[in-house]
């Protein structure tokens, strides 16, 4: 078990659905897909930390973030954790360069592992520093919140339906870029998605939540 | 223009009002905070005490700060081992303008916080925030226009204020006597029409540079909280 990336047993109870997940994952890319309204970006929250479970032991590279029986839970800060939301939550009160710089600048220094000229010419953003949030089109903001969540030195990489909110032509540079940080910067990667196709070009393991 | 005991009445004014704000900046925040954000037993309770000063006749508001702060009251004998009394001092007149400026503070600081997209705090915290590091680098930052109105909202009413601080430290020149009671005690004099004139223009402007003021502060404060998609 202690060689999975990710190892995952939750139940909670929120409002008259139970939401119910135990799955493990290798290194590399993981899927987890299932019909909307199923508990995917609930599952991304718990182990995010913004949301506790009822009961449950949520283990990510063999580190316990959250054990109801040991009565660990780890604050959201305290998680090393890289989440791309799906509504994105650039802070509209500061420019991308201070979006970036937010979490990176909160790291201590011999974590970071990435520094913010490399993320910037990595996705491609380094034209757009100076812009406010509301500015930026679906695909420039999806590559910031990108930048962001890798530069606040995550070990691990939640993506909630990165490609949702992208017309078709901007889906393949995410998916380009989302592939080049799976195969180069080798972090583990969980995905949620509600469509199997685009599941399919980038996942190594598939885990349905119903 | 103005006489100078106009320029001396206009003055305490601004000073109690300034020591009302100052006191009541923190005051009004914590508890527009914890009525936006909180929900608890006894809730409701304090949401209405807050508002109190706002629909009670302020006659009533000075009398009980008379009660509280009396040399009998409880918070009066408090003070009286420290070896302070607000009876009569423009501190009292500053205490009883706080209390009537505080509902108004609280209103449109709490509409500004309850505007707040938490799951911007969220974001805050899984970069790596602890909580009070997201709340005064996301939540402070967000709500900030609204404080800054709410603050202005509320020194207008300090300075207009009439009914408690009569009620509470009366009206005595150069002490407690601000702007609106110098305005009813010059009505009660004969000829002091020309200075009831001057110094209603002053209430006029110092009210309405108020009102611009905070309308401003929300509008520039939308254009900053416009949220992306």
Redesign the interface.
């Known amino acids: 078990m202690s060689s999975d990336a990710f190892a995952v047993d939750v139940q909670l109870h929120r409002g008259g659905a139970k939401i119910a997940a135990a799955f493990t994952a290798p290194a590399g890319l993981t899927a987890l897909i299932g019909r909307s309204g199923a508990g995917k970006t609930s599952v991304l929250d718990m182990i ?3 949301l506790r479970p009822d009961i449950g032991r949520i283990v990510v590279g063999g580190t316990v973030l959250f054990d109801s029986d040991a009565g660990i839970d780890l ?3 305290a ?1 090393a ?1 890289g ?1 791309v ?1 799906q ?7 500061r420019r991308v360069r201070d979006n970036l710089l ?2 990176w600048r ?2 201590a220094p011999e974590r970071r592992w990435m520094s913010p000229d490399t993320a910037a010419d990595f996705l491609g953003i380094a034209h757009l520093m100076e812009r406010w ?2 500015t ?1 089109s ?1 695909g420039e ?1 999806q590559r910031v919140a990108i930048g ?2 890798l530069l ?2 995550p070990r691990f990489l939640l993506l909630d339906e990165p490609l949702s ?1 992208l017309d078709m032509a901007r889906r393949a540079g995410i998916i380009a870029v989302i592939a080049r940080i799976r195969d180069e910067l080798k972090l583990p990667i969980l995905y949620v998605s509600h469509e199997n196709a685009e599941v399919e070009q980038l996942a190594g393991t598939v885990i349905t939540v119903d | 223009m103005l006489t100078p005991t106009e320029w001396g009445i206009i003055w305490l004014s601004l000073k109690v009002s300034a020591a009302a704000m100052a006191v009541t900046l923190p005051v009004a925040f914590g508890l527009a905070y914890v009525l936006a954000r909180r929900r608890f037993a006894g809730w409701l309770l304090l949401d209405a005490v807050v508002h109190l000063p706002l629909v009670l006749p302020p006659v009533v508001t000075g009398w009980l700060l008379l009660l509280a702060f009396g040399a009998n009251g409880p918070a009066g004998r408090v003070l009286a081992t420290l070896g302070i009394s607000v009876m009569f001092r423009w501190t009292g007149a500053a205490l009883a303008s706080a209390v009537m400026a505080l509902p108004l503070m609280v209103r449109a600081m709490r509409l500004s916080i309850e505007g707040v ?1 938490r ?2 705090e ?10 009070w ?1 997201a709340f005064a ?2 939540t402070l ?2 709500a900030m226009p609204g404080v800054l109105a709410g603050l202005v909202l509320g020194f207008a009413r300090s300075v207009g204020e009439f009914g408690a601080t009569i009620t509470f430290v009366a009206s005595i020149p150069g002490e407690t006597q601000t702007l609106p009671l110098a305005i009813h005690d010059a009505l009660q004099t004969p000829g002091g029409e020309n200075e009831v004139t001057r110094l209603a223009v002053v209430a006029v402007l110092l009210s309405l540079g108020a009102l611009l003021g905070s309308e401003l502060l929300v509008r520039r404060g939308r254009g ?6």
């Open positions: 995010a930390g913004l604050p959201p800060e998680r954790c989440y939301f509504d994105l939550r650039l802070f509209p009160h937010f979490g909160l790291a949030p509301a930026l679906g903001a962001r969540a606040s030195a909110s | 997209d799951r911007l969220g974001a805050a915290r899984v970069l790596g925030a602890g909580r590091r680098t996301v930052p967000l900053g909280v416009a949220h992306v998609l």
